[in-house]
């Protein structure tokens, strides 16, 4: 358990391991989507760096396509600080928007 109370699931239907239940829940939505043909092309943990020097990165849960358009999506019960600015930083450097999953 981490500091915010977050429990590691595992899922058999992703067969991998996420960081908290409402990931893991989210991650299931997401693929049993992928299935159906909903959305494509679904990646888990989508690495950006955000600054070489010093090394400051960004890691965003899932990431896929849907009717053409790349969409980002991570799942927070806690928004910290420092995640809403590497969110900010991110839109300002790479122009991508991330759709917050509450849980």
Known sequence: ??????????????????????????????YCLELYGTIADLKFQVPFILSEK??????????YLEDGVQKYEDVKGVLTRDFRSKLAWLK???GIDVILQRR
């Open 54 to 63: 010093p090394g400051v990165k960004i890691t965003i849960d899932f990431s």
């Open 92 to 94: 300002q450097l790479k």
């Open 1 to 30: 358990m981490n500091k915010y109370h977050a429990i590691r699931t595992y899922s058999k239907l992703c067969q991998r391991e996420f960081a908290s239940k409402s990931e893991c829940g989210r991650a299931e939505e997401l």
